[in-house]
């Protein structure tokens, strides 16, 4: 695969995550793939990965991930992602992210995502401990 085709399915996974075209999405990813996510454990399966987006994706009203950077090879892309969104409860969500795509045959094989998930919580109003 060269890294123009990994680009193509990094813009599809960006268009129906946005479009919340959830069963394309899930096509994207192999029959055994594993999605890691900030506050879950590891999700292995491309019917366990739709499963979750749908949790997630419905705790927002309006949400757009924005992809900003992109750098591909044959089999592997790192992006950017300035998130912004509205969840059930009218609160305003802003944050960067980093997603590592890992592809093989055309399909993501291992998706991982990076957030900072403690200031995420702080947004939302719960207590972060902090070191003294």
Same mark, same amino acid.
């Given at each position: 695969?060269?890294?123009l085709?990994? *680009? ?8 129906? *995550? ?6 394309e999405?899930?096509g ?5 793939? *594993? ?41 592997? /892309?790192?992006?950017?992602?300035g ?34 998930? /403690? ?10 401990l902090?070191?003294?």
């Amino acid at each position: 695969m060269i890294g123009l085709e990994v *680009v193509e399915v990094i813009n599809r996974y960006f268009k129906y *995550v946005n479009s919340k075209d959830l069963a394309e999405l899930a096509g994207l990813f192999s029959e055994d793939a *594993v999605l890691t996510y900030p506050l879950y454990p590891p999700v292995k399966g491309r019917a366990a990965i739709k499963g979750l987006y749908e949790k997630i994706l419905g705790h927002y009203v309006r949400y757009r991930d924005d992809p900003r950077i992109l750098f591909a090879d044959e089999n592997r /892309a790192v992006v950017e992602i300035g998130f912004e969104g509205t969840n059930s409860m009218g609160q305003k969500i802003e944050f960067e992210a980093v997603d590592l795509f890992f592809l093989e045959e055309g399909q993501i094989k291992t998706l991982k995502i990076f957030y900072d998930s /403690a200031r995420l919580l702080q947004d939302l109003g719960f207590r972060i401990l902090k070191p003294e």
